[in-house]
Antibody, heavy 119, light 113 residues
C-alpha cells in the first residue's frame, strides 16, 4: 500500500527555520516525483515544487522559488520542505503528494502538516 | 501560468440528483503529441487531503464510483456526479498538469439541498 506520512503540526515564530518531512512507503521511492502543495486557510491549492528522489532534481513554482527548499533522502525514503526564515504568511496546511512525472496527476497524498507562524 | 477557473463556487443538490461542476483553463491543456487533455479532478472532504477522482479528463481512479464522470477538451471541462450521495459532500478541484507550475481551480463546494 502506498503511504505518505507527514510530520506533525508545528508552531513557530517569525524568522525561525523549519523543515517538515514526508515519509514515503509502499512503492519504489526513487522512481516517482514528490510534490509539495500549500493550502492556506479556506484557500486554493498551490503547487510549490517537486523533487525527483532518483537524482534529487528539483523544480519550483516561480511563486516559491528562493523562499523554500525541497529535497529528498533516498536512504530513508523521505522528502522534505524547509524554510530558513518563516513569515506569518507561511501559516498554512502543507501536503506532500506523489506523481509519476512532472506532468502527472497526484495519485497519493500525505495527511498534511499544519504550520502556524505567530509571534 | 495557466489559470483554472471553476464554476459555480458552490452548489446545493438534492440527494439522488445530478451535480455539474465546470472548469475552464486559460489555455488549452490538450497535448498534440498524444491527443490527451492534461486535466484531473480531486475531491477534498473536511479535515482530509485531496483525493484524485479523475485524470486524463475522464479516466476514473481505481475505486471511484461510476456516478463520477468527467468530460471536455481543450479549455472547457465538466465533472458530473450523476446521483448525489451524502458522502459526496466535499470541495471539488480541477487541476491542469499540462505544464509547470501545475495549477488548480478555486474549488466548488457541493452540499446537500
Amino acid at each position: 500500500e502506498v503511504q505518505l506520512v507527514q510530520s506533525g503540526a508545528e508552531v513557530k515564530k517569525p524568522g525561525e527555520s523549519l523543515k517538515i518531512s514526508c515519509k514515503c512507503s509502499g512503492y519504489n521511492f526513487p522512481s516517482y516525483w514528490v510534490a509539495w502543495v500549500r493550502q492556506m486557510p479556506g484557500k486554493d491549492l498551490e503547487w510549490m515544487g517537486i523533487v525527483y528522489p532518483g537524482d534529487s532534481e528539483t523544480r519550483y513554482s516561480p511563486s516559491f522559488q528562493g523562499l523554500v527548499t525541497i529535497s529528498a533522502d533516498r536512504s530513508i525514503t523521505t522528502a522534505y520542505l524547509q524554510w530558513n526564515r518563516l513569515k506569518a504568511s507561511d501559516t498554512a496546511m502543507y501536503y506532500c503528494a506523489r506523481l509519476y512525472t512532472p506532468m502527472s496527476p497526484f495519485d497519493s497524498w500525505g495527511q498534511g502538516t499544519l504550520v502556524t507562524v505567530s509571534s | 501560468d495557466i489559470v483554472m477557473t471553476q464554476s459555480p463556487d458552490s452548489l446545493a443538490v438534492s440527494l439522488g440528483e445530478r451535480a455539474t461542476i465546470n472548469c475552464k483553463s486559460s489555455q488549452s491543456v490538450l497535448h498534440s503529441s498524444n491527443n490527451k487533455n492534461y486535466l484531473g479532478w480531486y475531491q477534498q472532504k473536511p479535515g482530509q487531503p485531496p483525493k484524485l477522482l479523475i485524470y486524463w479528463t475522464s479516466t476514473r481512479e481505481s475505486g471511484v464510483p461510476d456516478r463520477f464522470s468527467g468530460s471536455g477538451s481543450g479549455t472547457d471541462f465538466t465533472l458530473t456526479i450523476s446521483s448525489l450521495q451524502a458522502e459526496d459532500v466535499a470541495v471539488y478541484y480541477c487541476q491542469q498538469y499540462y505544464t509547470t507550475p501545475l495549477t488548480f481551480g478555486g474549488g466548488t463546494k457541493v452540499e446537500i439541498k
